[in-house]
């Protein structure tokens, strides 16, 4: 018969540090929290080896006597929770496990000093034993080296990656925490090199910029809004903007990095009509709310949290996201800019046909054409035959007769037309340079635009009652989700009820999906909701159907239009809002500024 006992205090620490010091990094992201805690204004991080060797942070901050020394290194003993009140976390840390859990499997050296104390004070802990406790010369502040990670630990040595992929997590770690904090000045150096600096008491979007990406600057919007007790802040890119991975994605909960699945589901459902299914948003969101309203105490890490109420956080940062986005008009991310000057050829050295500009921005922009299922185009199209005269009208319609151009007419952000390229892009002339306009794109930006100015979505929204109900069996936790859900569905048309523990009940679908497989849509829908904790799925098949619609009903690449049309397109897309990228996230124009320009025949 097995004899229940108490495990011994370092096999104790040793499990507590499996959930706590998984890597480096984790190990890192305590000590960087520990030391943005102690009110520091400067910290600084070493590493070696990607931190598989040694960890070292040492910060301007508080500081610890010799007796708060030993008794942050026993477990579950903080100086963050004053009034022991856990909902109402203020600090990065509460928990009391991390300095423990290291020392329980690492050399961990603690040296601190008080700033009103004439020394300062180090104790060594090897793996779990005490090695060393005396008096130390350093600074006011604290100084926590941590060396041979695993190295008694040889089970867990060998599940850490290479020493460039663990430099990497690191690097991670505290560009997110300097980005969430940038008040407090950071410097980061890995075997000897300076890989990150930044200075205390920076611009949220400057310190945002030079973490992410300098020309997030350029490329992106600003977010500022508050809703009831709710504030959300941080700089958002332009869907032109983007990236192939969702690496760039910076979220922030008081203060705290967090990677929660409802905050990512919200991003992508506020840029659900601007990009292209691979392909994500770069940003980084700032989100205050109530410590009562929000539960850190969810995952050893903290990097988790829960909400009190989601649906609300899940529609401020929607609204927010897209009405900064929609404050952005026409403007569109010009990366490629540099890329597409280099490609012309100022002085050829044999006589070769000179590329077009048709052909340089094509190559630069191009790509294999977007292919949509035929089944959806003609259910589209049945359903909207009534809005194809006036909603997806072409510009000639609207045109005026044409006019000489005026000083005046350059002023206009897109400028005035010039002519056309390979019949596919117009070329314009604007008072700072030349405009580059991919017609299709544009237009097809346009017509949604106007498809949602009519109505498009609520109508797409309607049911189809299938004539024979249909009986889709799930998993319980599956059905359990859609049936919370049920009103937000029947708002898109789906239309479904609870049919034991095990099964829902279809009884309608949106009327544009009436032909799609039902039982596979209900459980792509669940599983949308177990991911991102909300049925964004369903929404971006709605408009991959819209977005079809725009498509087929927009200027073809290829078309002749006349002076009069190529302004009127211009016009009204300086009048539409995020008409700078199409349906797609690809830019919709570009421009050469006339430095670019003189540069090109050696003027500059």
């Known amino acids: 018969m097995p004899t229940i006992r108490r495990l011994p205090e370092h096999l104790v620490n040793r499990i507590a540090a499996g959930e706590v010091v998984e890597r480096p990094a984790a190990a890192l992201k305590e000590l960087v929290e520990n030391a943005i805690d102690a009110a520091s204004t400067e910290i600084t991080v070493r590493l070696a080896s990607g931190g598989l060797d040694m960890i070292e942070v040492t910060d301007d901050g508080c500081g610890m006597r010799a007796d708060e020394i030993a008794l942050a290194l026993e477990r579950h003993a903080t100086s963050k929770l004053p009034d022991e009140q856990i909902e109402l976390v203020a600090t990065l840390g509460f928990r009391g496990e991390a300095l423990p859990s290291i020392g329980s499997v690492a050399r961990l050296t603690i040296e601190s000093r008080p700033h009103d104390a004439v020394e ?5 802990v090897d793996h779990g034993v005490v090695t060393s406790d005396a008096p130390s010369a350093l600074p006011p502040g604290t100084r926590i080296r941590v060396e041979d990670l695993f190295g008694k630990v040889p089970a867990r040595r060998k599940f850490l990656r290479s020493p460039r992929s663990e430099y990497a997590a690191c690097l991670d770690v505290v560009r997110r925490l300097a980005m969430a904090r940038p008040d407090v000045g950071f410097t980061m150096e890995h075997d000897g090199r300076r890989v ?31 809703r009831g007790s709710a504030r959300l802040t941080g700089v958002a890119g332009l869907p032109t903007y983007n990236r192939g991975v969702a690496d760039h994605q910076y979220l922030f909960v008081n203060g705290r990095p967090v990677k929660d699945r409802l905050l990512v589901g919200a991003v992508r459902g506020a840029y659900s009509d601007m990009l292209a299914r691979d392909r994500h948003a770069v940003l980084a969101l700032f989100l205050e709310i109530p410590p009562e309203d929000v539960d850190v105490n969810v995952h050893p890490a903290k990097t988790e949290v829960r909400f009190r109420d ?9 609204g927010a996201l897209r009405h900064a986005l929609e404050g952005a008009g026409q403007k569109s991310a010009q990366p490629a800019a540099t890329a597409a000057m280099n490609m012309w050829q100022v002085e050829p050295t044999k006589p070769t046909p000179a590329p077009s500009l048709g052909s340089l ?45 005026s000083e005046e007419d350059l002023r206009y952000p897109l400028g005035v037309a010039r002519g056309q390229v390979s019949n596919t892009y117009i070329v314009a002339e604007a008072e700072d340079g030349l ?80 032909k ?5 849509l209900v459980r792509d829908v669940a599983d949308d909701l177990a991911r991102n904790g909300d049925a964004l799925l369903l929404g971006e098949k709605l408009d991959l159907v819209l977005a ?7 200027v073809r690449a290829g078309r002749v239009l006349s002076v009069a049309e190529m302004n009127a397109l211009l016009r009204e897309m300086e009048r539409t809002p995020r008409s700078g990228q199409c349906n797609h996230g690809r830019p919709t124009w570009v421009k050469l500024a006339h430095e670019d320009i003189e540069k090109l025949f050696g003027r500059k």
């Open 120 to 124: 300062g004070w180090k104790r060594v």
């Open 361 to 405: 921005f094509a190559r630069e922009y191009g790509g294999a054409p977007q292919r949509y299922e035929s089944s959806r185009v003609s259910e589209a199209g049945t359903a909207w035959r009534s809005y194809e005269a006036e909603v997806m009208a072409q510009p000639s319609s609207r045109a005026e007769p044409a006019a000489e151009t």
């Open 516 to 520: 799609s497989d039902v039982t596979a």
């Open 310 to 318: 989601p649906a609300f956080v899940r529609g401020f940062l929607v």
């Open 196 to 226: 990150l600096a930044v200075q205390p008491r920076e611009e949220l979007a400057a310190r945002v910029a030079r973490l992410i990406a300098r020309e997030l600057a350029e490329d992106g919007v600003l977010i500022e809004a508050e």
């Open 435 to 514: 405009v580059i306009v991919d017609q299709h794109a544009a237009h097809e930006r346009l017509v949604l635009e106007r498809l949602k100015a009519a109505g498009a979505e609520e109508a797409m929204n309607r049911s189809q009652a299938l004539l024979l109900p249909e009986v889709v069996e799930l998993e319980e936790p599956a059905c359990d989700a859609l049936e919370d859900k049920i009103g937000d569905l029947a708002r898109h048309g789906l239309v479904l009820e609870r049919f034991g523990p095990c099964a829902m009940l279809v009884r309608a679908v949106p009327s544009v999906l009436s």
């Open 548 to 554: 079809t619609m725009a498509c087929h009903g927009s």
